[in-house]
């Protein structure tokens, strides 16, 4: 219809295919078509065929069956049912979509279903938990920050403390004690995540925490709760606490150096974070918190934290390996056994140390990597797998007179056999137990002498000298002795018999032509 209108317009075709961006030739084609038969073509190019169409009832009849089921599994089918068949995962998301449309099947989600709790008497509850981000540096690099976030339950009132390493449980109990400085008392109760800072085991209820915590615990004679795996929902305040300072204070803002980034939050929390209206309660935290603060339990003595351990504990794999922070670290070969734990710290300077016990001796030290999914592995912590080679060479170096000469015989062998090594000294010592010192010492040097380093000719040439001394051949060693690998020249001179060609015409009762 616009190449109509202009061309009534009086431009002309070269116009009208530059100014709609199309070629003369389309223009001369859309201009021979009537208005009809332009709409019947428009609408069957809405309504040509697709490639899953021909899958069209079984997808069909699955998504009938499993209204849940996603388009990434259907494609997963499809692959499964249908080995030949070659379509995008994208293709495959727009056609159960489409046939969702066609045949009214919503796709069903089981959501659970959540009741509203009434906020907790002042002074009774605050959830704790922890929050990382990515900042930019000054210089266009980033940097990972970690912090931990404290809300009173009651009055939403916040606090939140920053560092540019990974925590520690000293950091933890020092942060607590910050915190509780900052709203001038303790709750009765303080909700966790399941951190491995803090917990060692759910146990069925009975909670193991870590020796460091517990002893603050103890001390503080705090009342705690840890909420169940993979249940955010349980301390929903603190989770939004969370989003909050990602997403108001951290977003977008230059990171200088750890003491100014504190500083910054801390007049963050002033200014808006426990200034502004909160979305829930309607009121503004400092307000609801000034009288909530004369609920909080008041703290009488000064917790020194060089006391505590800040060990953390680390479950041993099979691999010989600890998980932390979504990589594995080494520790030394035969440091797995069932059920087996090693204390871990991370220090100032990024080092992940690593101990057989809270106060043993560091048995791994590694620089912390903040990447994801990486083996970070000691050489020291690998299996020397030239360590027992060089023992099974020096004990089948025993059985000759000569060791040293032997030495140099066997590790030839292992440089042009490394594969096959153990094969290789497994022959050597078995031959070498059933001879006599004598042969086995004039066989090496015969094998020295003429170059042979294998196994297997080291054991013919034993042979032949076992032989020769059966046969009472005292001279034998004159005897050319040969390598297998070696070709007779006496076998090139080897002429074959040969015969007239009549007397096979005799046999075959012909005739020559």
Known sequence: MKIKQLKEQGFKIRRIARKLGISRNTVYKYLKKSPEEMAAWAASTKTRTKKLDAYEMVIHTWLSEHPDASSAQIHDWLLEDYPKFKVGASTVRSYVKELREKYAIPKETHQRAYQAIPDPPMGKQAQVDFGKTNQRTPQGKYIKLYFISFVLSHSRYKYVEWLDRPFTTKDVIRMHEHAFAYFGGMPDELVFDQDALLMVSENAGDLILTEAFQAYREARKLEVHFCRKADPESKGRIENVVGYVKGNFAKHRIFQSIDVWNENCKSWLERTGNRKVHNTTKKRPV???????????????????????????????????????????????????????????????????????????????????????????????????????????????????????????????????????????????????????????????????????????????????????????????????????????????????????????????????
């Open 287 to 513: 307000e609801v918190f000034a009288l909530e603060k004369q609920h909080l339990k008041p703290v009488i003595k000064e917790f020194t934290i060089s006391s505590v351990n800040s060990s953390i504990t680390r479950t041993v794999r099979k691999d010989n390996t600890i998980v932390y922070q979504s990589n594995r670290y080494s520790v030394p070969l035969g440091t797995y056994q069932k059920d087996k734990n090693v204390y871990i710290e991370i220090t100032a300077d990024n080092r992940l140390i690593i101990r057989s016990q809270s106060d043993g001796p560091i048995i791994a030290n590694h620089l912390i990597t903040f990447e994801r999914g990486k083996l970070i592995q000691d050489r020291q912590h690998t299996r020397d797998r030239n360590k027992g080679i060089t023992a099974y060479i020096a004990t089948v170096s025993s059985y000759f007179t000569d060791e040293e000469t032997a030495m140099s015989f066997l590790e030839e062998i292992h440089s042009r056999y490394p594969r096959y090594i153990r094969d290789q000294l497994g022959i050597v010592l078995k031959v070498s137990k059933a001879a006599a010192q004598a042969d086995r010492d004039e066989a090496l040097r015969e094998c020295v002498k003429r170059g042979i380093y294998s196994a297997t000719e080291y054991s013919d040439v034993l042979a032949f000298i076992q032989r020769q001394q059966q046969q009472g051949e005292s001279k034998y060693v004159d005897e050319e002795i040969k390598a297998l690998h070696d070709i007779d020249s006496s076998l090139l001179d080897t002429q074959p018999e040969t015969r007239e060609l009549a007397r096979y015409l005799d046999v075959l009762k012909g005739a020559t032509v």
